[in-house]
């Protein structure tokens, strides 16, 4: 069964615009983390937010943490072609020892 | 410094056959994960290897099997295998001290398995 459940399934931007992706998810969790994928091949670690956390910032990612809600977002400023692809939110449970449960992920397109 | 790669990149396989996919992680990581990866799905974890033996393990079948070797690289082993098989496998390694991983996990490139 799948933990995360992303928000929107799918998402059409203008180049420079920002892209909020949202995340939700159902217990107690230690950490929460993004990844992008593209074209079916291998996932692409952006950021890990620990439950004690409650935003974290990348270069043009920013990613928030509500632990109360059990939601995420992730922020994608002054977006670019490149950053067209899949995204997935993945949570590890606490006690849980690494082990991460991903949602069915947003596909991002932006159009140049 | 080489992340985590995969062999084979693709591979197809008739029903009941078996299949060997091959995981090395990322230089000082010690504990690999496997995921499975249908179509248009996220990734499902399968289990995890760490000091060689198998940690965690998802919902899935028996037929599902893996290995980690003494150099940290990993096996997965599918035997049987059914249509339904068909899908990306994902490995990725993690690093663990003392029993407490720092969860940050890095994904190889995927073994495309096609199951005819």
């Known amino acids: 069964s799948q933990q995360g459940e992303e928000d929107p399934q799918a998402l059409s931007i203008q180049e420079g615009e920002n892209a909020t992706m949202n995340c939700s998810y159902k217990t107690s969790i230690n950490n929460l983390q993004w990844y992008r994928q593209n074209s079916g091949r291998g996932l692409v670690h952006l950021i890990l937010i620990r439950s004690n956390e409650r935003e974290k910032h990348s270069g043009r990612l920013r990613v928030t943490l509500d632990t109360s809600k059990k939601s995420s977002s992730l922020l994608i400023t002054a977006s670019r072609a490149a950053d067209t692809a899949s995204y997935f939110c993945a949570t590890a449970a606490a006690g849980a020892n690494s082990k991460l449960t991903f949602g069915k992920g947003i596909t991002l397109s932006v159009r140049p | 410094d080489a992340g985590v790669t995969q062999s084979p990149t693709h591979l197809i396989k008739t029903r009941g056959q078996q299949v060997t996919l091959r995981c090395s992680p990322k230089?000082?990581?010690?504990?690999v994960s496997w995921y499975q990866q249908a179509l248009g799905q996220g990734p499902q974890f399968i289990f995890q290897y760490y000091e060689e033996e198998e940690r965690q393990r998802g919902n899935f079948p028996d037929r599902f099997s893996g290995h980690q070797f003494p150099n940290y690289s990993s096996e997965l082993n599918v035997n049987a295998l059914l249509l339904g098989d068909s899908a990306l496998y994902l490995c990725?390694?993690?690093?663990?001290?003392?029993?407490?991983?720092?969860?940050?996990?890095?994904f190889g490139p995927g073994t495309r398995l096609t199951v005819l």
């Open positions: 990725a390694s993690s690093f663990t001290s003392g029993g407490t991983s720092y969860n940050e996990q890095f």
């Open positions: 230089s000082g990581h010690d504990t």
